[in-house]
């Protein structure tokens, strides 16, 4: 590994930034642009079946267990197609690549407009490998683009995820009734915004061009010090990015999937249950912006690390013991600071450990594979816990103990240093 002291935001030069070779400051705008309109739809064709659920239930005469794999197999694809990413990026080339990931993602969704379980089923897989890969790509293109402003792209980045995921778990019932109780084609409306995205990323992708380093051509490899995965997979730096990403991504997925439950049997009502869970984006959002501001100014760098996962610790033992009144307002607020914060965390220590694009590509594809794959357990550990115990003791007593598993790894990766460089 390497030391290193990388700002999150330094002073462009005219010849080195992005912009310059691509345009000037107007075109960079755009990319930035394009890149935000693609992450809005990262989690928008996953979160957007939770609220209809009960209907795909109904219509199809489906358990709610079968129905239930419709939110944790993106989980599980987010980790298994990410180790695609290297192979197609050399063949494809990284920006195209993205361009390609939103085709995947729109088809995926409208495929869901077929009457045909079959059908509902493949298109999620779709749906869940198109992000998958652009999952990877995007920290990647970030590095390569935005290498001069990487605090405020990644905080934007993890913003859009929120804003995504809030707008699809907000607006899909409500399009579901305006089309005559059609959950198919509530599903299948959100594949207009990843439309959308391909049309104003397609220049990017067409132009694709040089990269940060100067090499021709769309792909991120330099040859001199091309990266190996399986020097990552020794390297104790990628290892600490890694777990970190991985328990709080299972903690966020866990929380989604099983808060509500939990506060309707302590007495919630299932619309206020719902509605609290949406509320807790709204903090999110705020967090994720805050956060690249943390990580530039407070020192020591585990501080804002173990704030945010103070706060997930804090909110989820508080809907544990005091789930009454407006209290569960406070607990949401502080679990959203807290997932928001650590989401963002995770996703630029991807970036900043990494010496170039081409390192962050292999070091994104080993943080969220690994990590996501591990997330995927979350919902299914915690069910099994709340079963085996008949409460939620037991559930929240271990994502707590995870929650201090993740500040350690989480105070290792957030050690100013680089993981090894090619073969080194």
């Not at 691509?22 to 609220?51: D, K, Q, T």
């Not at 599980?76 to 197609?81: I, L, Q």
Request: net charge positive; with cysteine; aromatic share 8%.
């Amino acid at each position: 590994m390497t030391t290193m002291h990388e700002p999150l935001d330094t002073a462009p030069t005219p010849l080195t930034t992005p912009s310059a070779r691509h345009g000037g400051v107007l075109f960079g705008v755009y990319v930035g642009i394009g890149l935000l309109l693609i992450a809005l739809n990262l989690r928008m064709g996953v979160a957007s079946v939770g609220p209809v659920l009960p209907a795909i239930e109904h219509d199809l005469g489906i358990p709610a267990a079968a129905a239930g794999l419709l939110t944790t197999i993106p989980v599980f694809a987010f980790g298994a197609f990410a180790f695609l990413t290297p192979t197609l990026t050399r063949r494809i080339g990284l920006h195209r690549l993205l361009a390609l990931t939103m085709v995947v993602v729109a088809v995926g969704i409208g495929i869901r407009l077929l009457d045909s379980p079959v059908a509902l089923f493949g298109g999620t897989v779709l749906v869940g490998a198109g992000i998958a890969v652009a999952n990877v790509c995007m920290p990647a293109v970030i590095k390569q683009d935005f290498a001069h402003r990487l605090g405020l792209m990644m905080g934007l980045y993890s913003t859009a995820l929120f804003v995504g995921a809030a707008a699809a778990a907000a607006f899909t019932v409500p399009l579901m009734t305006a089309l005559d109780g059609s959950w198919r084609g509530a599903l299948a409306f959100w594949a207009v915004p990843a439309v959308l995205a391909l049309l104003v990323w397609l220049p990017r992708a067409v132009r694709g061009s040089a990269s940060v380093a100067g090499t021709p051509g769309d792909a991120i490899v330099e040859p001199r010090d091309e990266p190996r995965m399986s020097v990552l997979l020794r390297d104790p730096v990628a290892w600490a990015v890694t777990v970190f990403m991985g328990l709080q991504s299972l903690s966020y997925y866990a929380a989604l999937t099983w808060i509500p439950t939990m506060l309707q049997d302590a007495g919630v009502p299932v619309a206020d249950a719902g509605l609290l869970l949406s509320y807790s984006s709204f903090p999110g959002v705020a967090a994720a912006l805050l956060a690249p501001i943390m990580l530039r100014r407070i020192r020591p760098t585990w501080l804002p690390v173990l704030l945010s996962t103070l706060l997930c610790a804090a909110g989820l033992i508080g809907l544990l013991v005091a789930p009454g009144g407006a209290a569960p307002w406070v607990w949401m607020t502080l679990l959203g600071l807290g997932q928001g914060a650590a989401i963002t965390l995770s996703l630029t220590y991807i970036v900043l450990r990494a010496p170039d694009a081409a390192h962050t590509a292999h070091l994104s594809t080993m943080a969220q594979g690994i990590g996501y794959l591990l997330a995927g357990f979350g919902p299914i550990g915690l069910g099994i816990l709340h079963a085996a115990a008949g409460g939620w003791a037991l559930p929240v007593a271990a994502l707590v103990l995870l929650l201090g598993v993740q500040s350690f790894a989480g105070a290792a990766a957030s050690r100013e240093r680089h993981v090894r460089a090619g073969g080194r």
